[in-house]
């Protein structure tokens, strides 16, 4: 069983950044694939980035947005860059043992989520 806990959100202007952490209580974190996913009202879960040695992403935050992981910490970190209103959502971490994936259905472990609101 993988417990995860992410932190980070807020409010924040157009432009402007923010670090979310996503905690992970797991044996053998580093053999995880580890994911982001968002969700805004009324919209479905939105694939952001995901990562075990090598790092994919959505288009939409391609050049913007940086996964990265602390295996000695059991924490992955999603930095958000040149945050746009379009952003706002709940951000997801998700785990998985098997291959990196873009699809929420491959992901087998949930956190609780942190709201992100970007003002304009």
């Not at 580093?30 to 990562?51: D, I, L, N, T």
């Not at 951000?91 to 989520?113: E, F, I, K, N």
Request: glycine share 8%.
């Amino acid at each position: 069983q993988v417990t995860l806990v992410e932190s980070g959100g807020g409010l924040v202007q157009a432009g402007g950044s923010l670090r979310l952490s996503c905690a992970a209580n797991a044996r053998l974190f580093s053999s995880y694939v580890m994911g982001w996913f968002r969700q805004a009202p009324g919209k479905e879960r939105e694939f952001v980035a995901a990562m075990r040695w090598s790092t994919i992403y959505a288009d939409s935050v391609k050049d913007r947005f940086i996964i990265s992981r602390d295996n000695a910490k059991n924490t992955v970190y999603l930095q958000m860059n040149s945050l746009k209103p379009e952003d706002t959502a709940a951000y997801y971490c998700a785990a998985t043992g098997a291959a990196l994936s873009r699809s929420h259905y491959d992901y087998d472990y949930w956190g609780q989520g942190t709201q992100v609101t970007v003002s304009s």
